[in-house]
């Protein structure tokens, strides 16, 4: 089919559609029309994301589930101080901070059933790998590769939201992509609890990766079948749908056509400083939902409960989570605001957090505190989400400015952390010095017993 795309004739609203369009009339409802569009929309693209969304959870999840399943003894050497752990869950954002920009920008050059499929197979075979690691080398490799895939895939399924849907409708649809997360909590935590109660010849974590990864690789292969393209090239909509969803792309906007990338507008995200306003916002709800994602099984163990148990009490949180988010992100919908409701609901998780907390002998409030840090939360992810989707004016703008808000928060939560870890140096430096004064720097010292807790030894801060 022949396209006409001249903008500076066209005009924003309409131009770009191919010519057999330009001769459909639309329905003589309109309203009727469209509503049957986004009905056969969400019916083909909800689905597919949603169970994306499930899967790349759970991959990224289960690791915490896996550490009461033995994972620990079996392929960290015990790992009694629980450092190495920490590494290898924390080795996914290694690659998922730098990738999400370049991975996002470059999806525009893509179909999106190849980008997102591909992403799908890629990092769903990276999660199954992990089941055969015998070494702390061989799960870091792992998760390194499930964050550079999983990358490639949030920004752009973001991206790819604002192709189909308005103002009015992306903030309910990316809650129902982004409460599968919560769905993979509750989801998680009743597979751990089965699989714990198997008896097979392999260590039981390892079948957990097994199983929660094998269902990523066949979700990729349906997705390059199944998902639709962008709008002015799919052959899932008919021509007469084709030109309603154009239209829907660029209103209150403009859309791009085609691979199209911008160098003008990816520098003006890096100059935006809303988007650095809003990568301080997501810095704090990443934090709560990574800690969420990783130790809620073994916050909810510290109560008093056995692994197993533990387990399925992670459920009902994450229930509760889902349906908190549904709420608010139907009603920032229907009401057009993000702020105020972002607000309200990042206090209910903070304030969970400080129950959490404060209440250490009463372990029914701890428990109930952990329903206010979820539905907070997640509920606060989702409406952030919505609120950048659209607030970036083009596609490009989006495609840079949604990824780089969050890998600013993140970068944010390094710089913090490199503070932290210098002022700590120095800080010990100058007590030893004050207790056993300054060494000479080119003094042997005896670290063989304390190692660097020597009195003789400086950091370098």
Known sequence: MDFHCDREQDGPGMECVGELDMLIPLDPDPDAQERRLLRK????????LCLLYLCAYLDRSNLGNARLQGLPGDALGGDPTGVLFDWVNSAFFFTYILLQIPFTVLSKYYNPSIWIGCSAILWGICSTSMAAAHTFTGLMIARLGLGTFEAAFGGAVVLYFSFYYTKAECGTRIAYWFGFAAVAGAFGGLIAYGI???????????LLFLLEGTPTILLGVLCLFMLPDRPESTQFLTAAERKIAISRMNRGTSGDFGAVVRRSHVIAAFQDWRIYVGGVIYFGLNCALASLSAFLPTIIGTMGHENAMAQLMTVPPYAMAGFVLLVTSYSSDRLQI?????????????????????????????????????????????????????????????????????????????????????????????????????????????????????PGFRYVP
């Open 196 to 206: 714990q109660h198997v008896k097979v010849s392999i260590a039981n974590w390892r």
């Open 338 to 454: 993000r702020g105020p409701l972002l607000v309200c609901t990042s206090t209910v998780g903070g304030l969970g957090y400080m129950i959490l907390l404060g209440a250490t002998h009463q372990q029914d409030v701890r428990y109930g505190a952990t329903f206010l840090i979820t539905s907070g939360t997640y509920s606060s992810i989702g409406l952030m989400n919505a609120w950048f989707s659209h607030n970036l004016g083009s596609e490009t703008k989006r495609a840079a400015g949604i990824p780089l808000y969050v890998s600013a928060s993140l970068l944010l939560l390094a710089a913090l952390c490199a503070l932290l870890l210098s002022v700590s140096f120095r800080l010990d430096n100058m007590q030893r010095d004050q207790q056993y004064g300054k060494p000479d720097p080119d003094d042997i010292v005896d670290t063989s017993e304390l190692a660097d807790k020597a």
């Open 41 to 48: 929309l969400d019916k083909r693209i909800l689905p597919i």
